[in-house]
């Protein structure tokens, strides 16, 4: 049980272009989601966490507008990369919390994004 | 500010050994403690947890154990295994829903456990 799915696994995309990356619950109702971003060699980076059906909260430093969150239903959340610029190139990775009082989140396997 | 450190960012281990790692965190706020563990290019997976109520909690050849007047967790893996070579962080969420569960992690240790 417990098992987040990530899509795509990876991507290369040009300067300027928007990609979006997909995070799935599979077998449990997620009520909060969050996005991380790790760098090479360095701990997980909290950038956003959203609940379903309202406005993401981002962590100071990250800007809303070039990342987007959209936390459409329990089981889904999206990652859209606006304008993507070679330094948003990371390794992404999403988590899920179940509903109720569970502090435990589980992740999904991670997005390498690069940016040429 | 960081407020997990994990102040080894590797440890060697013998097959069959004990495992030991340490984690300290300053705020005082936070009331429950998580250790995962991450493969390269993956995502962390969740392995054992404790609640500030509780110094010890086992699950197999994991455990977990809390000091909260040092402010130090630790978990150890008994015995060791060549597959238990990973980076594992330690991870800490403040009490309340209010923060919406957020964890905040440490830098991770690299243990490699030597056949």
């Known amino acids: 049980g417990a098992v987040v799915s990530q899509h795509p696994s990876w991507v290369i995309c040009k300067s300027g272009t928007s990609v979006k990356i997909e995070c799935r619950s599979l077998d449990f109702q997620a009520t909060t989601m969050f996005w991380y971003r790790q760098f090479p060699k360095q701990s997980l980076m909290l950038m956003a966490t959203s609940n379903e059906g309202s406005k993401a909260t981002y962590e100071q430093g990250v800007e809303k507008d070039k990342f987007l969150i959209n936390h459409a239903s329990l089981t889904l959340s999206t990652l859209t990369v606006t304008s993507a610029h070679p330094e948003d190139s990371s390794f992404y990775i999403c988590?899920?919390?179940?509903?109720?009082?569970?502090?435990?989140?589980?992740f999904g396997p991670g997005t390498r994004l690069t940016v040429t | 500010d960081q407020q997990v450190k994990q102040n080894s960012p590797s440890l060697s281990v013998q097959e069959g050994r004990i495992s030991i790692l340490n984690c300290d965190y300053t705020?005082?706020?936070?009331?429950?403690f998580l250790w995962y563990k991450k493969y390269p290019a993956e995502g962390p997976t969740f392995l054992i947890s404790?609640?500030?109520?509780?110094d010890k909690n086992e699950d197999g050849r994991f455990t977990v154990f809390l000091n909260k007047s040092a402010k130090h967790l630790s978990l150890h893996i008994v015995p060791s295994q060549p597959g238990d070579s990973a980076v594992y962080f330690c991870?800490?969420?403040?009490?309340?829903?209010?923060?919406?569960?957020?964890?905040?992690f440490g830098k991770g240790t690299l243990l490699t456990v030597n056949p």
């Open positions: 991870a800490a969420s403040p009490n309340s829903g209010g923060s919406n569960y957020k964890l905040t």
């Open positions: 705020n005082s706020m936070f009331d429950y």
């Open positions: 988590s899920a919390r179940a509903s109720g009082g569970a502090y435990e989140q589980y």
């Open positions: 404790i609640s500030s109520i509780k």
